[in-house]
């Protein structure tokens, strides 16, 4: 019996439909909390019930103390950056492998980014490299957990200890995934996550700080207002801070959306398990690890290629999939050796 011929040579595509979104999705939920707003005729956060909903509602399903809701997961990022106060010149350690927003606040706030390397073979922030960088100006390092990945973050909080430097979680795409059995987001001194349209919870553009410490929840409350004290019932702005503060509008798509992100991840997981237990063996091409392993939350699915092992060139690889209907695209990495890296997005 002959094999069916691929798309890509002329062949029927094996996938005709678009993929659905990788949002949870809209519905009568985020429509009568919109309403509602609208009919308050209130949209600002200040003295708003939506945002301090989502707050409060975020907070618990972290089991953490505190949440602030600001305008992105870019803002999310400067103001935890501001809340640590790093002075002219200091030095914070990430990944070169993340999205501009992670260092948009670190050059804002007039510091240095400096660029450690990720794991052979691997894509998370690698504890040696980022130790090997470490200095008297060190003032924190931001540790992205990629793709829905936790990174090893046991290593990262020993050397916070360690050396008195603040640690900063970026999970713009690692809602609710898990290390070692605590979520992503809890294990530093602030935790980072983006409401942006593709992410797994989103109300278009938002973010969402997190913290178990009162000091840093408190500076950075008045860094995303203006550096206000509110409190004084004045004028009074204590430091320089920017307008991060979220709307009314946005926080009630947030609300109605903090429903659904647990059955949401749920799906992903399980999609993303059922995808690397299909092609896990073939040789050269290497998958993320699965949920139960890895705490997983496939914000994307990322393979690894090497090109002599498959048989076929990334570039190839890529065309092939996407004329059978499965988005996919590649980039090309040199970081640790690492070959070239192909992802589905699903």
């Known amino acids: 019996m002959m094999a069916e011929r691929l798309a890509i040579d002329g062949g029927e595509p094996i996938r005709t439909h678009p993929f659905p979104s990788r949002g949870p999705g809209f519905g009568d939920a985020e429509i009568e909390q919109v309403?509602?707003?609208?009919?308050?005729?209130?949209?600002?956060?200040?003295?708003?019930?939506?945002?301090?909903?989502?707050?409060?509602?975020?907070?618990?399903?972290?089991?953490?103390?505190?949440?602030?809701?600001?305008?992105?997961?870019?803002?999310?990022?400067?103001?935890?950056?501001?809340?640590?106060?790093?002075?002219?010149?200091?030095?914070?350690?990430?990944?070169?492998?993340?999205?501009?927003?992670?260092?948009?606040?670190?050059?804002?706030?007039?510091?240095?980014?400096?660029?450690?390397?990720?794991?052979?073979?691997?894509?998370?922030?690698?504890?040696?490299?980022?130790?090997?960088?470490?200095?008297?100006?060190?003032?924190?390092?931001?540790?992205?957990h990629l793709w829905g990945m936790a990174a090893d973050m046991d290593a990262f909080l020993e050397?916070?200890?360690?050396?008195?430097?603040?640690?900063?979680?970026?999970?713009?795409?690692?809602?609710?995934?898990?290390?070692?059995?605590?979520?992503?987001?809890?294990?530093?001194?602030?935790?980072?996550?983006?409401?942006?349209?593709?992410?797994?919870?989103?109300?278009?553009?938002?973010?969402?700080?997190?913290?178990?410490r009162d000091d840093l929840a408190t500076r950075a409350r008045l860094f995303a207002d203006k550096g206000w004290d509110r409190s004084s019932g004045g004028r009074g702005h204590i430091f320089l801070g920017l307008n991060y503060r979220i709307s009314e509008l946005q926080s009630a798509v947030a609300l109605a959306q903090l429903d659904k992100v647990e059955g949401f991840v749920s799906r992903r997981r399980a999609l993303g398990d059922r995808l690397t237990a299909a092609i896990s063996g073939i040789p050269g091409l290497h998958p993320p690890a699965d949920s139960a392993s890895s705490g997983n939350t496939y914000w994307f699915y990322p393979v690894r290629i090497v090109e002599k092992e498959f048989g076929m060139s990334r570039d190839r690889f890529v065309e092939a999939l996407t004329a059978e209907g499965v988005p996919a695209w590649a980039s090309w990495r040199r970081s640790s050796g690492c070959p070239a890296t192909g992802s589905w997005r699903r």
């Open 35 to 144: 309403t509602e707003v609208i009919r308050s005729g209130h949209l600002s956060r200040v003295g708003g019930p939506k945002t301090a909903a989502v707050e409060e509602k975020f907070a618990r399903l972290l089991g953490v103390k505190h949440a602030l809701a600001v305008t992105s997961g870019t803002a999310a990022i400067h103001t935890a950056i501001g809340t640590i106060n790093p002075n002219p010149g200091d030095e914070i350690i990430t990944t070169p492998v993340t999205d501009m927003g992670t260092i948009i606040g670190i050059i804002y706030q007039n510091a240095i980014p400096i660029f450690a390397d990720v794991v052979p073979g691997g894509y998370q922030l690698d504890p040696e490299s980022v130790r090997r960088k470490i200095t008297p100006r060190t003032k924190a390092i931001i540790v992205v």
């Open 159 to 212: 050397m916070g200890r360690e050396h008195g430097i603040a640690i900063i979680e970026d999970c713009a795409q690692a809602y609710l995934t898990s290390y070692r059995g605590r979520l992503a987001g809890t294990m530093g001194d602030l935790g980072c996550f983006s409401m942006q349209q593709s992410k797994h919870l989103t109300c278009g553009d938002g973010g969402l700080l997190v913290t178990n």
